[in-house]
């Protein structure tokens, strides 16, 4: 009733190529938006920005990096976990070495490392494709694991193999409480978020989108699968990469290689398979569920189990969550292999109509 | 009757044979294609009509034989030189991009002629977005041609059959080839269905002068629209002439035609 696009024309192609094209849409974003710089940083308790809001918009950015090469191109990586680690590392690198470059810079140059590190390990895709592939990107997550924690130069010489940073400081104003931090990371999310919105929306992303569905029909229609293939590698790790640095400087402040384990990659794909494969928004909400789910289930289970008259222990706690954590992963996969950005189209599509049953 | 002023020979396979280990699906086969006319190749299963197309779009890579396409010769082609020289195609069993809409299935076919970079496309430059919509404006004259206005926006996995068969013609055709490969675009298709394909076919051979080589399997629609037609046979060419000639020619009777009792 609320929700359509009735009396909205457009009349040149620009209009219908708009991001949002139905005025609703519009404004639940740039109202969400709003909300999340002008309200949240006075709402939410520092406990709220650590724990939640901030690992949740970092590992959102590094999603939409996995989802952009798994969902959108098609080719499996096991490994995305690998490749924040090269972009923390770089960044950790670039400000111990060159301390005076910008940080958003170090950013950027993190990235554009990771992405060259993604190119290498994407070549094996050339070749091979599906389960193999996963395989051969699983190497580059123990490959990297093992540099970082072996190859001292990379953290400095720093005895315990663990390094540390220093607060970021960003044209001399010093990003030190929690709310500064996630303002930020959300500017900084928000920024590319959009521009992996607009890259999939593009050729290049249709590009990508025909491998994945078709590749012998992309080749024919003069798509040269290297290309394809090696730029959703380049910028899928460019993006994790910008999120591990993230992760590193924002987030953990120090950290040792263990950080970006193989638990991490496949946390990762599960966002994107619960969030929605080939969705920017299913990136985001997978994200929140992955980052949210352990948490809620924490502050629920216990008073839950003292209404049967059970007392869980915090051992029996964490078990349960674990239980509960892949019960959940399964009945979704079931349910809806799509993912909730699926769910969500569709609830649109229902609302747009609705009250009326077609 | 149907204007056009048949060619110069556009495209020569010359001798091509392939074959897959001990399978010779192609056995020295050779053929011209002029310019503007419809060239039909017609067999039984298995005869090789497919393995050919695939050959001159470098999909498959002949042993033997050479392939001229407008003046230049080439030992084997690949896909995507073959792309960009102007030769397009349809397959067979579907191959549409099932997770894109008809907009973006047909778009895709553009993407040769699309150049910016991926931070022009990321940040959505002016060059990306003046690209993007010269492009679309060109897909939108071949929805209109096609007359799938109404289906822009779907996801193309959820149209029936001949409307896919329809988009993937539209694919080919926003490339702008010179010459379209067509193999079996009436498969499965109802009488009106067929009828529809044969003028979209007729049409883009009028109206763009687009080269067609097609195979078929509907003898009423290959004798009808094509000018001339090659007969394969177990790899090898049987037949090779006008309709009339390969009608009543008496090898292409007894290999695939069969007689009238």
């Known amino acids: ?358 | 009757m149907r204007q056009r002023k048949i060619g110069e020979v556009i495209l020569d396979v010359r001798n091509i044979s392939l074959s897959f280990g001990g399978v010779k699906a192609l056995q020295g086969i050779s053929f011209d294609v002029r310019e503007h006319e419809v060239r039909a190749i017609i067999g039984p299963n298995g005869a090789g009509k497919s393995s050919m197309l695939n050959c001159i779009n470098g999909v498959y890579h002949p042993q033997e034989g050479e392939i001229v396409f407008r003046g230049e010769v080439r030992r084997d082609m690949d896909t995507h030189h073959a792309a960009e020289s102007g030769i397009g195609r349809t397959f067979q069993n579907l191959a549409l991009f099932k997770g894109m809409s008809v907009l973006d299935n047909i778009m895709t076919g553009r993407n040769l002629r699309m150049k910016t970079g991926i931070l022009a496309q990321a940040l959505h430059l002016g060059p990306a977005r003046a690209e993007e919509l010269r492009e679309r404006e060109f897909v939108e004259h071949v929805i209109d041609f096609l007359e799938i206005q109404a289906y822009r926006k779907t996801p193309v996995g959820r149209l029936p059959y001949g409307l896919q068969k329809r988009v993937d013609l539209g694919r080919a055709l926003a490339a702008q080839p010179q010459v379209l490969l067509l193999d079996e675009p009436m498969a499965g298709m109802n009488l009106e269905e067929k009828q529809d394909m044969c003028r979209f076919v007729l049409d883009i051979n009028d109206e763009f002068g687009t080269t067609i080589v097609l195979i078929e399997h509907d003898m009423g629609v290959v004798m009808d629209i094509s000018d001339r037609v090659v007969v394969l046979d177990y790899g090898k060419k049987i037949g090779d002439g006008t309709p009339d000639e390969v009608r009543n020619d008496p090898e292409v009777i007894k290999a695939y035609l069969g007689v009238s009792h």
């Open chain 1, 1 to 358: 009733m609320f929700y359509r696009e009735n009396g909205q024309f457009k009349s040149s192609y620009r209009e219908d190529q708009q991001i949002l094209g139905i005025r609703q849409d519009r404004w639940f974003i740039f109202g969400l938006i709003a909300f999340a710089f002008l309200v949240v940083p006075f709402v939410a308790s520092d406990y709220m920005f650590r724990a939640i809001l901030i690992p949740f918009l970092i590992v959102s950015l590094a999603a939409i990096g996995l989802n952009l090469l798994v969902g959108y191109c098609g080719q499996i990586s096991l490994g995305h976990a690998a490749f924040m680690a090269i972009g923390a590392y770089a960044a950790y690198n670039l400000v111990v070495r060159f301390p005076q470059l910008n940080f958003l810079l170090v950013l950027v140059l993190a990235g554009l490392i990771a992405a060259g590190v993604g190119i290498l390990f994407g070549l094996p895709s050339l070749q091979i494709k599906g389960l193999y592939l996963g395989v051969a990107t699983l190497a580059a997550q123990f490959f990297i694991d093992w540099v970082f924690a072996r190859v001292k130069w990379f953290t400095n010489y720093s005895p315990s193999g663990s390094v540390s940073t220093a607060p970021i400081e960003l044209f001399g104003y010093k990003f030190d409480s929690p709310v500064e931090r996630y303002v930020l990371v959300l500017a900084v999310v928000i920024v590319f978020a959009l521009m992996a919105k607009n890259l999939v929306r593009g050729h290049i992303g249709r590009s990508w989108m025909a491998m994945r569905d078709m590749d012998v029909a992309a080749e024919v229609i003069g798509i040269r699968p290297m290309y394809a293939k090696l730029s959703a590698f380049a910028v899928s790790a460019f993006y994790a990469g910008v999120a591990g640095a993230l992760w590193g400087f924002v987030h953990l402040g120090s950290w040792e290689p263990a950080a970006f384990s193989i638990n991490f990659s496949l946390n990762l794909l599960f966002m994107i398979i619960i969030g929605g494969m080939g969705s920017i928004l299913g990136s985001f909400i997978g994200a929140a569920f992955i980052v949210l789910l352990p948490i809620t289930l924490n502050q629920v289970l216990p008073p839950l189990g003292a209404l049967v008259g059970m007392n869980f222990g915090t051992a029996m706690a964490s078990h349960l969550e674990f239980m509960i954590f892949g019960a959940l992963i399964i009945f979704f996969l079931i349910v809806e292999p799509l993912g909730i950005a699926r769910l969500w189209a569709i609830g649109k599509e229902k609302l747009r109509l609705w009250p009326f049953p077609h």
